[in-house]
């Protein structure tokens, strides 16, 4: 185990996460009279608003992850420490956090948790390994070979159920990511697959986007929703509202309807963009302050986004529940902006009681359903179609860090939206096999562990695992 402090007599603060929380956080304390440590379990900023691009063949892992190390590069307060924070110690003031098998423990003056969320699988976290999530761009890759494997396969195989099957692609949960994911589905097969195959039609693809709630994109609500959900039955995804997945294996799914009947979905290729479920982190803050969390594990927090009892720590982005403010990036930013003038007010003495209220500013939000057509919601303005996709392209660029991001992208979108090709489109057995061939081994560390195999050489069968929990 090492023990990191910043060789100096500066103020200390500790970021845990560069997504938009923590990377914004650390670049608004660029003048501050503080060192900032920024920990992270990746080496890279990720824009989860474009993932899906990534999982459809539009984008590269580049275009929306850039490296933290070198976007900090040039901020010399910034030290960034690759690492999966693992326990946060409010007492002693020190985070510990794990890289392989070393622990590295950072001492604090301040501290901002933005860890943000995970899949939740509302208890179901078997449904995992047939159905990826979309949080990482492990999981983006890995959804790209499925997708691109699920068409391979059907071209070779002769039996027309076999192919059905492999040609059904089911989105489960139709919020924003599952709306984008179902519409990019379609258009790949639709447009950029369309004549490249030449036993199966790729036009032939089924894509279900199915929801328990009763309409897509339900947060948007009335006009917007219905907009959205006719322009994708335009585009041939099957919607299927008030439906509620009760069981998944490799083969299929198992919907359960509003009138309570339960029927089966044989399908190759499912996606689970249904709910999420904040960082564990939250759960050690609450156990350790007597903060409350929320169903989601978000941190009930003060007005301005301290811990209650604690206010040298920050909990801000996907991971703190306030004013029942969304899991959206804006609120991660605006809010890791708003600690970062906290803490260097703190610094310049102004004491705890003089804090400000964090103000949410809603800038709006949006989401894409095919190339030229989105739906946007600006405050009380509702805009849909041609405006509202300039709309999201003009935001989704301007956010994007770095130049280099923003211009390759551009030159990618081109290639695809005006004409019909990806440019992503080659994907590797290792992007669709690792996840599960690593779960598979730790599974079977934890078996060997706890002494139910004792042949290293032995199978380990299904039994087995079960026993191992
Ligand atoms: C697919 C998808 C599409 C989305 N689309 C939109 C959209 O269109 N518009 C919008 O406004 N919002 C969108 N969002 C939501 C938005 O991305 C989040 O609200 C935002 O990223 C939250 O920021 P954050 O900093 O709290 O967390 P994140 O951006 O998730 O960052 C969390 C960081 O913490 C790190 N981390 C996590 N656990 C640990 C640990 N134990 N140790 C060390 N590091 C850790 C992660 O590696 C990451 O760097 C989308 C999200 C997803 C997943």
């Known amino acids: 185990m090492s023990v990191t402090s910043v060789d100096s007599p500066r103020h200390r603060v500790v970021i845990i996460g560069s997504g938009f929380g923590g990377l914004f956080c650390a670049q608004e304390l660029k003048r501050a009279d503080a060192e900032v440590t920024l920990v992270a379990r990746t080496t890279h900023h990720l824009f989860q608003p474009l993932l899906y691009q990534v999982a459809t063949g539009i984008l590269s892992v580049g275009d929306i992850a850039p490296a933290t190390r070198l976007v900090l590069r040039k901020q010399h307060n910034a030290h960034v420490l690759l690492g999966d924070v693992r326990s946060i110690d409010l007492e002693a003031r020190t985070v510990t956090s794990r890289l392989l098998d070393r622990d590295t423990v950072t001492e604090y003056d301040s501290l901002v948790v933005a860890a943000g969320a995970g899949q939740s699988y509302f208890g179901n976290d078997h449904f995992a390994k047939y159905a990826p999530g979309m949080k990482t761009i492990d999981d983006a890759l890995e959804l790209r070979g499925r997708i691109l494997g699920a068409f391979e396969e059907a071209e070779l195989s002769d039996d027309p159920e076999e192919r059905r099957r492999l040609l059904t692609f089911v989105v489960v949960g139709a919020g924003p990511t599952g709306v984008e994911l179902a519409g990019q589905i379609a258009e790949l097969a639709n447009r950029t697959l369309a004549g490249a195959f030449r036993r199966i039609d790729p036009r032939d693809a089924r894509v279900i986007l199915l929801d328990g709630a009763p309409t897509v994109l339900p947060v948007y609500g009335g006009k917007l929703s219905a ?34 009947t339960e029927r089966r979905i044989d399908c190759q290729c499912k996606v689970w963009s249904a709910g999420v479920q904040a960082s564990p982190l939250g759960k050690q803050l609450a156990e350790q302050s007597g903060a409350e969390i929320d169903r989601s594990g978000r941190v009930h927090v003060n007005p301005d986004l301290s811990l209650p009892g604690h206010p040298n720590v920050y909990v801000i982005g996907d991971m703190m529940a306030l004013d029942n403010l969304p899991g959206l990036a804006q609120v991660a930013m605006q809010g890791g902006k708003h600690v970062a003038k906290e803490i260097k007010a703190g610094i310049a003495g102004s004491p705890p009681e003089a804090r400000h209220p964090f103000k949410y500013f809603d800038k709006g939000s949006m989401a894409t359903i095919s190339r030229f057509s989105a739906v946007a919601k600006v405050g009380k303005l509702e805009i849909t179609g041609f405006i509202g996709w300039v709309m999201w392209l003009v935001v989704h660029l301007m956010y994007l860090v770095g130049f280099r991001s923003k211009f390759s992208t551009i030159l990618s979108w081109t290639v695809t939206f005006v004409g019909r090709g990806r440019a992503q489109m080659a994907s590797t057995e290792q992007q669709v096999f690792a996840r599960t061939a690593i779960e598979d081994l730790q599974d079977y560390e934890r078996a060997r562990a706890a002494g139910l195999i004792g042949d290293p050489t032995a199978v380990f069968t299904g039994e087995e695992r079960e026993k191992a929990g």
């Not at 959205?228 to 585009?235: I, N, Q």
């Open 227 to 260: 907009n959205a959900a006719s322009r994708l039955e335009k585009m041939g995804v099957e919607i299927q509202p008030n439906a509620m997945v009760v069981d998944l294996d490799a083969d299929g799914l198992t919907v359960k309807d509003k009138d309570g």
